[in-house]
């Protein structure tokens, strides 16, 4: 078990996968220098319920059972004036117990999951690979700079489920996944879904 502090977020952050967000609380402006000072990641989890920013009132927000270590490719200040900063998606985690500090800052009781080793592409997962080499070729993905190992399954899967216009549930449940064929089973089935052919 290690103690590690966590950036809850209303949308789920896959391995390899980026995601922008602008930075204007104290406790994760101070969260984001301290990890861009060690070097270290922080813990993205999603938000099953609740808001990310705390509401007098209102109870905590209830968040997943486990998440994506994420580190700061990127950062720069906004055209608003607050910090937005580029995150990407390492290992996982899987979240027991979480404690809230006097600043509000949540620190998260993790497990980190083994890393799976590096799955080939098969035939059937074709399809998969092509839409992902589509979806990169969109100004916005361009903007985010991937760097995707089209040999490896793993790394194709999780960067589709980040990029397609899921609901973050079904990207948290993908996420939870350990078998790289039910990964690639589930998305081929949720591209079928998209393009009407089921």
Do not use: C
Not at 73 to 96: K, M, S, Y
Not at 120 to 128: K, N
């Amino acid at each position: 078990m290690e103690t590690i502090p966590l950036f809850p977020l209303s949308g789920v952050l896959l391995p390899y996968g980026r995601m922008p967000l602008q930075i204007f609380e104290q406790r994760y402006l101070d969260l984001v220098r301290s990890s861009m000072k060690s070097n270290q990641p922080f813990g993205n989890v999603w938000i099953r319920r609740g808001a990310e920013v705390p509401q007098k009132g209102r109870a905590a927000p209830e968040l997943g059972d486990w998440g994506t270590l994420a580190r700061i490719v990127d950062w720069d200040q906004l055209p608003n004036g607050l910090l937005g900063i580029t995150i990407q998606g390492e290992g996982r985690f899987d979240l027991f117990e979480t404690e809230v500090q006097g600043n509000g800052l949540v620190l998260g009781q993790v497990e980190y999951r083994d890393q799976p080793v590096a799955a080939g592409m098969l035939p059937q997962w074709q399809s998969m690979s092509d839409v992902l080499q589509s979806l990169e070729t969109h100004p916005h993905v361009q903007g985010m700079q991937l760097q995707v190992d089209y040999q490896d399954a793993w790394q194709v899967g999780w960067t589709l489920t980040q990029l397609l216009p899921l609901d973050e549930y079904i990207k948290y449940e993908l996420l939870g996944l350990d078998d790289i064929e039910e990964l690639m089973g589930e998305l081929d089935l949720i591209l079928n879904q998209i393009s009407g052919e089921d």
